[in-house]
């Protein structure tokens, strides 16, 4: 059953964390190969459901020591038709995983959640295309269109809400937040930006959130930055209103430096905890706080640690 889908906890002052950079996590410390940089296959092996376990472990004591919420996202950025088709799935075994990814979390949540520590359970999506290139922008019926079996499939799950990440384009944005909203599920919309703070199309955040709004009724439950160092974003970020969200890289890298190392560049988690609490000083109404691609468990108890002190 759903606990949270019409009362999310970030919404009313609670400061949620959220885990890092699963996928880098995965491939660059754990030494699994994931095709495509999909995640969901690890749900269907035992070795597999047992590393993601001991992942969302290392972040649920944070979450307890510092008194915050913490948000679950599910396994499934890359589970939409376009990839699993490319990785051989079924459309039945594509429903099946995302399906699955929910319930695991279901059971983290029901081992672990306490009253002072809420555990909103998010269905993560990501982009039909690259999370750092937009590429061929679909219009906003294609994007709805493409998007809305994922999206209905986790609406009829335990999922409190859908987590859209690293999304690259407003017409991508608009289509997940029609199709989430016709799914009666509060929907997320997280957009990548660049080191100028814009999103890799070169729109403004601020404009792109207004377009996303006014094509949409205010549609999303709130908006949220990813994919980028904090030295990236906070002019851009400037007291947005409805921007409550940050999952931030842990290098101040371009994406395309980035996309060219080899190597994880993990940047200095004590440094981005300090840059977290000067956000969240300036920004109030951010309410969760976490971590993208470089970053893991230690990032998130920096920053949590950082936030708790500044408060």
């Known amino acids: ?119 909103v359970i998010g269905g993560c999506i990501g982009p039909r295309g690259d999370g750092y290139d937009p590429g061929e922008i679909m219009t906003e019926a294609e994007a709805e269109a493409y998007h809305a079996r994922q999206i209905g499939i986790l609406a009829d799950t335990a999922a409190d809400m859908i987590s859209a990440y690293t999304i690259t384009n407003v017409p991508e944005a608009i289509g997940i937040a029609r199709a989430s909203m016709k799914a009666g599920i509060p929907v997320v919309i997280s957009f990548t930006v660049e080191t100028d703070g814009n999103l890799p199309t070169g729109q403004a955040l601020g404009d792109a959130v207004m377009a996303v709004d006014a094509a949409t009724g205010n549609g999303p439950a709130y908006f949220m930055i990813n994919c980028a160092h904090p030295t990236h974003f906070q002019e851009a970020l400037a007291g947005n209103p409805r921007i409550r969200g940050l999952r931030a890289n842990a290098s101040s890298c371009s994406h395309e ?17 300090g840059q977290f609490a000067d956000l969240m000083r300036t920004n109030p109404q951010l309410t969760v706080i976490g971590g993208c691609c470089g970053t893991d468990h230690r990032h998130i108890e920096q920053i949590s640690v950082a936030i708790k002190a500044a408060a």
């Not at 994880?264 to 440094?271: I, K, R, S, T």
């Open 257 to 273: 430096e980035l996309d060219n190392s080899e190597v994880l560049d993990d940047g200095n988690p004590v440094e981005l905890g």
């Open 1 to 119: 059953m759903t606990k949270y889908r019409t009362r999310l906890p970030q919404l009313n002052g609670k400061i949620v964390l959220t885990d890092g950079g699963l996928e880098t996590v995965m491939v660059f410390q754990e030494g699994i190969d994931l095709p495509l940089f999909a995640a969901f296959h690890l749900l269907e092996s035992d070795d597999g459901r047992r590393r993601l376990r001991d992942y969302f472990d290392r972040y649920i004591p944070l979450a307890k020591r510092a008194g915050m919420g913490l948000l679950l996202d599910s396994a499934t950025w890359r589970a939409s038709s376009d990839w699993t088709d490319q990785l051989g799935y079924s459309a039945e075994r594509m429903e099946k995983i995302n399906r699955d990814s929910i319930a695991f979390l279901e059971d983290v949540r029901n081992a672990h959640e306490t009253d002072a520590t809420p555990m």
